[in-house]
């Protein structure tokens, strides 16, 4: 059997996988925000207006 070594880019990658999917349990967990509610039409305005830098 031969050993597979995990290069830096690939650790990364998994890294970053994995703080991606924990930000998303927190939020939806932890929090109990559900999706309609973080989609709402406010927080949509909000993003637009922060896009277009106020």
Request: glycine fraction near 4%; proline fraction near 0%.
């Amino acid at each position: 059997m031969r050993k597979h070594k995990i290069s830096f880019v690939t650790a990364s990658v998994y890294a970053l996988l994995l703080l991606v999917v924990g930000s998303w349990v927190s939020i939806f967990i932890v929090e109990s925000a559900s999706l309609s509610l973080l989609f709402s039409e406010k927080n949509l305005f909000t993003l637009a207006s922060f896009l277009r830098g106020f």
